[in-house]
């Protein structure tokens, strides 16, 4: 909060996060210092500034088509993380991002689980959380990608430690 602190004051209009987990977290401190004598207000103030970047890249759609569209001609499979799906509600856009610029995007038949990274999860309980990175990345290879990509480096690193298969963050593409 410090940190951002003298740009918000100097009117930065967004907090853009490319990590879903560390934007999940960040959007929550007005909930989580809501009773901080000094940091309330600012916390408050950070968490609404704070944005996904796929809430930022759709008003860029049009020049992205322009300059891209076309030039990413392979499969791509996207797992989209617990944090963006379910912790910050954001579904689809990270999706229509890329099929806007023609890309083969695919999800898998069950996008809406977790890869079994979930922060320390996979540190704390590592035979269940190989056992869904691997149940993912079956699911995942299903679609037949060249690429896989995600939001959020836990699941990137996580599921990139099952596979030969490239995994990146999506915008990386």
């Not at 401190?29 to 309330?40: P, Q, S, V």
């Not at 392979?74 to 099929?99: D, F, M, N």
């Not at 999800?107 to 979930?118: I, K, T, V, W």
Request: proline share 4%; glycine share 8%.
């Amino acid at each position: 909060i410090d940190a951002w602190w003298p740009m918000v004051e100097a009117g930065a209009e967004a907090i853009v996060m490319t990590a879903s987990g560390c934007g999940s977290m960040v959007k929550d401190y007005g909930h989580l210092l809501r009773h901080d004598t000094m940091y309330a207000d600012k916390a408050a103030r950070i968490s609404a500034l704070t944005r996904d970047l796929s809430e930022i890249m759709p008003a860029f759609e049009a020049q992205l088509q322009e300059k891209l569209r076309g030039k990413i001609t392979h499969r791509v499979a996207y797992h989209p993380p617990c944090t963006l799906q379910h912790g910050q509600q954001i579904r689809g856009k990270v999706e229509g991002v890329l099929r806007a610029i023609g890309v083969d995007v695919q999800l898998c038949g069950d996008s809406h689980l977790c890869c079994g990274s979930a922060g320390t999860y996979s540190v704390t309980q590592p035979e269940l959380s190989y056992q869904l990175r691997d149940n993912k990345l079956e699911k995942l290879h299903a679609t037949k990608p060249q690429t896989i990509v995600s939001a959020n480096i836990g699941c990137l690193t996580h599921l990139q430690s099952g596979t030969d298969t490239p995994v990146q963050h999506w915008i990386e593409l």
